[in-house]
């Protein structure tokens, strides 16, 4: 919102969050917790959706353990499946490769579940046989993200 209302170039109508493992978390959170209105819609490749779920020794690193002793609220309080309510107001594109070992495909079905038992309509796709960089189709995920945007702001390129 600081930059809408500092900058005359941006649009407030057509303003778009995106990111890439953390910062695919970090735009399903931001679109979550987006209650003025400042996103119309979010793109998110291979999101972690469950710190839990998540490479224990970074995660562990900056959170200590999912457990009640230690730090079982923070875990619980930084899911993104427990917040999705908002992200009904958005457009919102989830996308993942099958073969991410770095963040698992399963997070993105878990966020996949949560979205379709609160009938939240989103677009999501999968890149078969791909890591978590999405290298040889590259090309076709950044034409899906543009063809994404163009829905959203209803353009057409």
Not at 46 to 62: G, H, K, M, N, Q
Request: glycine share 8%; charged share 20%; with cysteine.
């Amino acid at each position: 919102r600081y930059l809408q209302d500092k900058l005359p170039f941006i649009d407030r109508t057509r303003t778009a969050i995106w990111g890439w493992s953390y910062g695919g978390y970090a735009t399903g959170m931001t679109l979550a917790m987006d209650l003025k209105g400042v996103f119309k819609c979010g793109m998110s490749v291979a999101p972690v959706t469950d710190w839990a779920l998540y490479d224990s020794i970074y995660t562990e690193r900056f959170m200590g353990l999912p457990t009640v002793t230690d730090n079982l609220q923070g875990y619980e309080h930084g899911q993104l499946l427990n917040k999705v309510e908002n992200i009904k107001n958005k457009m919102y594109y989830l996308i993942h490769g099958t073969l991410d070992d770095n963040v698992h495909y399963q997070q993105s079905l878990m966020l996949a579940k949560v979205l379709e038992q609160k009938d939240i309509l989103f677009r999501q796709q999968t890149y078969t046989d791909e890591d978590h960089g999405i290298v040889q189709s590259r090309a076709h995920l950044y034409h899906s993200l543009e063809n994404f945007l163009d829905e959203c702001f209803q353009t057409s390129s």
